[in-house]
């Protein structure tokens, strides 16, 4: 099946709000260190890992270090040399085509999101109660890398609500109405409140559809610099963001020994479009 408008809608939905935290909101934090030997699934391939994630991927952020290579013994080599296959921002993770040797240095320079950002299809009570998290500044002292499947906080967690088509005008001209839910878990009430205060000023923008990234279909770096100002945009659709809610969840009740920050954060988004 081919690829419907709405699934670009959804994925350059997530595009934008990523920007719009690390660029509006300046929220990243530039770090170095080493990378460690993680499992991986990708076959003939060896992983090193970050202690972190997400990591900053995009190029148009100002003063964030982009990660585009690795340091072996101190010298650095991009994708494409010695071995360095791709690099996986979003699980802070390089892959090699073959095992460096064991007394290899490896390390990088790169920022660390404030926010991890993905789109999910689990139940508000599933993330809440039923998937275990680790804070990604815990790992400040912690000698090895994460785990592929490993959830990190703080992280916002965006899911697809409701979608309708309403008549707009004669002709043929719809309003492709879209709800989405921002599920966000911080890791202290400033945080909570910041990010919250991003959001929430996205209300009456616009943002663009993009038709590709550069990433391959697992999303690694291969070479080709990601910047979200210079991506390929459908022409002709602007989604408009109509209505923001933001919903506190206060920490008592069965919420009580969650131990995090909740809000959720509803979008309307709308798009005029002919079927």
Not at 37 to 56: D, E, M
Not at 59 to 85: E, K
Not at 172 to 191: M, S, Y
Request: aromatic share 12%.
């Amino acid at each position: 099946m081919k690829v419907s408008f709405d699934v670009n809608l959804l994925s350059s939905f997530l595009l934008y709000v990523d920007h719009r935290l690390q660029s509006y909101g300046e929220a990243f934090t530039n770090y170095s260190g080493l990378l460690y030997p993680v499992q991986t699934k990708i076959a003939g391939k060896s992983a090193y890992s970050t202690p972190f994630r997400q990591l900053v991927n995009d190029t148009s952020i100002s003063g964030a270090n982009v990660m585009s290579g690795v340091y072996l013994n101190g010298n650095f080599v991009g994708v494409g040399q010695s071995g360095l296959h791709a690099i996986n921002h979003d699980l802070g993770t390089v892959y090699f085509n073959a095992a460096l040797p064991a007394n290899t240095s490896i390390s990088g320079r790169y920022a660390i999101k404030e926010f991890s950002i993905e789109y999910t299809n689990k139940l508000e009570y599933k993330l809440l109660f039923d998937t275990k998290y680790v804070t990604n500044s815990q790992f400040n002292q912690t000698l090895s890398g994460l785990a592929s499947d490993i959830k990190t906080t703080p992280a916002i967690f965006l899911r697809p609500k409701v979608t309708e088509n309403a008549g707009f005008s004669f002709g043929g001209l719809d309003d492709n109405n879209f709800k989405i839910r921002a599920i966000l878990i911080a890791d202290n009430e400033f945080q909570r409140v910041a990010a919250c205060n991003v959001l929430k000023n996205m209300n009456l923008r616009t943002f663009n559809v993009a038709s590709s990234t550069p990433f391959d279909y697992l999303d690694n770096y291969t070479g080709l610099n990601y910047n979200y100002n210079n991506l390929n945009f459908i022409s002709g659709y602007e989604p408009l963001i109509t209505e923001i809610k933001v919903i506190d969840v206060p920490l008592r009740g069965d919420f009580q020994d969650i131990g995090k920050n909740i809000a959720m954060v509803d979008f309307t988004v709308s798009t005029i479009m002919r079927h």
